[in-house]
């Protein structure tokens, strides 16, 4: 199957094992550019808007925008991002209707898409993203794919820890003054915190030690923070409780009525189960929904337990299949019922 194989493609421009397109790179500049010529071979016309994203557009109801992004985490999968690309390029090009996206940026904060959101440019009609689900719930449902209902409110930030450099030999311990200590306790703390409110979650995934000397006393730490709730109130929440100023902040996001519903009547229509199910990640169809497009997300099924960001995330190819299926009838279908855009 041509998108299993684009796949493959797209995940060898970091050269080998995991994807590495991080935002601005050269790499992802060299998706964006495999993506555009992949596009004007389908017959699509393309064009890069100002902040970087790819369109691929049909001459029938080019306002109906289906697609994701190609940046990557450091070792990323092969899905996250790509299979929404490739797929909806190809469910346009079957569909014959549509436009295909590719975002910049998501991983760091959905750049291209808040960009585009913020700079007045004509929105959509509707938007379908089509995403590995990144999590275990649609695989311990024995499901292949699944509707998104909502995404969860999001805050990222940082936190710094000023100490008191020092000798690591002469200082004794009890006058130290140590920056890493405070820093460690408090991610412990953090992680309790995250715990006692419902449906929380917060993370530190980056830590900065200066001067950075194996044998000096660290006096400045510097942690990121991640934090996520299923709904504003309860975000508000955990950020008071960590105790950090977010720098990034991203309402939760329902998606809309009516794509959604088409997406489960393709899943009925097959047969198949038709999980609804929130998504703790954020997605360039959150951005695009708080925006007030009407935007629907479609899952596909992640195996390893649910394992993402990881070279180690994966799908199978007969769910991508079907995936590709209801996301090219489905964009027929909002072609079809939905009013064009203003
Ligand atoms: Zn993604």
């Known amino acids: 199957m041509r998108v299993l194989a684009r796949l493959d493609e797209l995940y060898a421009i970091g050269g080998g094992h995991g994807a590495n397109r991080p935002y601005g790179s050269p790499e992802e500049d060299a998706a964006h550019t495999l993506v555009a010529d992949w596009m004007r071979e389908a017959g699509l ?3 890069f808007d100002a902040h970087g994203n790819l369109f691929g557009r049909t001459s029938m109801r080019d306002d109906i925008w289906v697609g994701s992004h190609l940046d990557s985490v450091p070792k990323g999968g092969r899905f996250d991002g790509p299979l929404g690309v490739v797929g909806g390029l190809a469910a346009v090009e079957r569909s014959g209707c549509g436009s295909v996206v590719a975002f910049r940026g998501e991983e760091v904060g959905c750049i291209g ?4 959101c913020a700079g007045g440019a004509a929105l959509p009609a ?14 311990r449902a024995g499901a292949a ?6 995404i969860v409110a999001y805050a990222r930030g940082e936190l710094v820890f000023e100490g008191r450099a020092g000798h690591a030999g002469t200082t004794p311990m009890d006058g130290r003054d140590d920056a890493l200590v405070a ?6 703390r953090i992680r309790e915190t995250a715990g006692r409110i419902e449906g929380g979650v917060a993370t530190v995934g980056q830590l900065a030690v200066e001067p950075g000397g194996s044998n000096v006393i660290p006096e400045r730490v510097r942690i990121s923070v991640d934090a996520r709730a299923p709904d504003a109130t ?7 409780a960590i105790g950090f100023e977010p720098s990034d902040r991203t309402p939760p996001a329902a998606m809309a009525e009516g794509p959604r519903r088409i997406l489960l009547d393709e899943l009925n229509g097959r047969g198949l189960p038709a999980i609804e199910l929130p998504s703790g990640a954020g997605h360039d169809a959150g951005i695009l929904a708080a925006a007030g497009v009407p935007s629907a997300m479609l899952f596909v099924r992640s195996l390893n337990g649910g394992i993402s960001h990881s070279p180690d995330e994966l799908s199978a190819d007969e769910d991508v299949e079907l995936a590709v299926d209801v996301l090219t009838a489905s964009v027929e279908r ?5 009013e064009p855009a203003k």
């Open 45 to 47: 016309e393309v064009e």
């Open 126 to 139: 509707a938007f379908l993203e089509l995403h590995i689900e990144q999590g275990p719930v649609l695989e």
């Open 145 to 150: 794919l699944g509707v998104v209902t909502s």
């Open 334 to 338: 909002i072609a079809n019922d939905l």
């Open 234 to 240: 309860q975000l508000d929440e955990l950020i008071a």
């Open 113 to 116: 898409s808040r960009a585009l």
């Open 183 to 188: 820093a460690a306790a408090a991610i412990l």
